[in-house]
């Protein structure tokens, strides 16, 4: 009955207004009354008296009367929701059709949700995470930021602009891990030997790179694993710092492990997200050198921070794809 | 509430029997209640103020504000074609009920 419908909406949207003209409905009722007893030969004082006494409690009344809808309005919720019970028992096939229907719905919006808070608005777990920003190349052809960058264009941003601090690291190096059970190929990525110094996170184990006493010639290189992946490779073996291990068929020694949810700082527009490496190795190498520099990460104030893609974006004449 | 208090359910079939006269306002419907029952029934004339809302809200009866008969600016009801069919089975029902208990009364 969409017309019973109507007239409910009617009366909850326009409930301060319904009051007022009941009210005053009810108060011409009183005034006629008044009228009538005094015409009968009461002085009006009297004549109020008794029209009140006949009337009954005005405010009760309003009340009742305006108990009158929302007791409609409880009474409908509740025959409709047996209705709706009843339905559903007697087509349970469809009913399950409709709740798994508005589950899938609610699972896709709640696991996009996750992504984007995930991705854009949790700041990342490292020291002042409001000042660190990143840069990346811009392709001239199609216009999109996130382009890795070559390694010398990282070094001419870093002498052309006196950021505080610049690190520099190759995203997505593979690495086999051999030791501590069976080999297996992780994501890892190589950094310039401050990169620690720069992102700053937090370390369960052992500390981060140092230039000076780091990636000596003849020396294996260094490594800084994740928090994940000291815990399901290695036990969570708190004397692995200093420990050797293979990486990549090579020696490479361990210094430390990263705090848990640290994920390294990966290119955005505004803030920075991260992705779940499990390693990092340091050593610089030539051979790494040449190539595709995916992404520079740069410690600055607050402000160049937020203005950082705007920044990165005037000064990559070089940086494109 | 005395003893003079309505049967339940009846005032609001009393009102609806009231305007099949035409439209009237709430004051008119307590006059003709009281006039036709030789003051017998005493409704508390702020009850029907609820009656109405009530059957309002079923969509027996219509309210539109109007001019009353001293210029007044008033509510007048009006009978629906639902509040008339009510009205009619209400009626029958009544007639059903009073007709049993006044048998049930005579017998002694």
Redesign the interface.
Known sequence: MP??WQ??LR?LLQNGERAR??R???E??L???IQELMEAGMTESDARGAARR?????A???E??????IA?WLGDLIQDTAFAARTIRNQPGFAALAVLSAALGIGACSMLFGIANFALFRPLPVDDPSRLASISGISFRRGDAGHSMSYPDFEDLRQAHSFQSMTAFYQFMPGNISSGGEPQRYWGSIATANYFDVVRPAFAVGRGFDAARDDKAGEPPVVVLSYHLWRSRFGSDPEIAGRSIELNRRKATVIGVTGPGFRAPKRCSIRISGFPFRCWTASLKPAWAGTGWKIAAVRGSRRWADSATARAKRLRPRSST | MGKNDLLPGTLDMMVLKALTRGALHGYAIAQWLKQLSDDVLQVEEGSLYPALQRLELNGWIEGKWGLSSNNRRARFYRLTPAGRKTLDSETARYRQMTGAIARVMELT
């Open positions: 017309r019973r007239r409910r009366y003209l009941l005053e409905e009810m011409l009722h005034d006629m009354k006949q009337f009954g409690n005005f009760l009344h309003q009742e009367s305006r108990g009158t809808w409609r």
